[in-house]
């Protein structure tokens, strides 16, 4: 089965470093990953997602995600940290079901807090 | 980009009674929407999956006779949470699958969810 696994519930950063939130995967076949930002009593927004092709993702807000296929992993970064960054962040793979259905699972989620 | 709405996006109600949540994609079609359950601090837990014209297919251990779905359209899935009991409060999200190109590229937006409160 699909899985992913976020192995921090926290990551606290200073404004204006680079931050990393990691997440690692576990598919078999062609991995569809994605990251999701969740804002407090809000729904998801997608962030970036890789299908196929560069390794490098660029996504909304400055975000980036580089696709590992030797370490399974797909990392969040971002260059320069902003405080307005501070929110939970989700990685997701997406599982295909057969006859064209699909869920995506999600990790636990990581919580993003940026110290001004 | 996309935009997918939910109506109400708080709710407060008596035990015993249903409540019914909207979920809509307002520029895009969806023939499949999703229906999450985040509890606390918690990722969410995929429910079930509504595509317009057949029934939903839940995962194993929710109740489909407790939360109905209905996909009457391409822009539009309802989820009703029957005789709701205080255990049902939770924060409920939607997600529409949008489809574009040949390729067949697709992105799940969600919805920015629903707060129940049942009393």
């Known amino acids: 089965a699909q899985s992913v696994a976020q192995p921090e519930d926290q990551v606290n950063v200073a404004e204006g470093n680079p931050l990393t939130v990691k997440c690692t995967y576990s598919v078999s076949g062609n991995p569809y990953l994605f990251w999701y930002v969740q804002y407090p009593n809000r729904g998801l927004q997608f962030l970036l997602k890789y299908i196929t092709g560069d390794n490098l993702v660029k996504g909304s807000y400055g975000f980036e995600a580089e696709f590992n296929k030797s370490q399974t992993s797909f990392h969040l970064k971002k260059p320069s940290a902003l405080v307005s960054d501070s929110a939970l962040y989700f990685c997701a793979v997406r599982d295909l079901l057969g006859s064209g259905t699909y869920k995506y699972i999600f990790g636990t989620g990581t919580r993003l807090k940026v110290l001004a | 980009g996309a935009v997918v709405s939910q109506h109400p996006s708080w709710v407060i109600c008596k035990s015993g009674t249903s409540v019914k949540i909207e979920c809509r994609s307002l520029d895009f079609q969806a023939t499949t929407m999703f229906w999450y359950r985040q509890f606390p601090k918690q990722s969410l837990m995929l429910m079930a999956t509504?595509?317009?014209?057949?029934?939903?297919?839940?995962e194993q251990g929710v109740e489909k006779d407790k939360f109905l779905i209905n996909h009457a359209s391409l822009t539009l899935s309802t989820l009703t949470v029957t005789s709701a009991h205080p255990e049902d409060s939770s924060f409920y999200i939607c997600?529409?699958?949008?489809?574009?190109?040949?390729?067949?590229?697709?992105?799940?937006?969600f919805g920015p969810g629903t707060r129940l409160l049942v009393l």
């Open positions: 509504s595509n317009e014209g057949s029934k939903a297919t839940y």
């Open positions: 997600s529409a699958r949008r489809t574009r190109g040949l390729a067949g590229q697709e992105t799940q937006y």
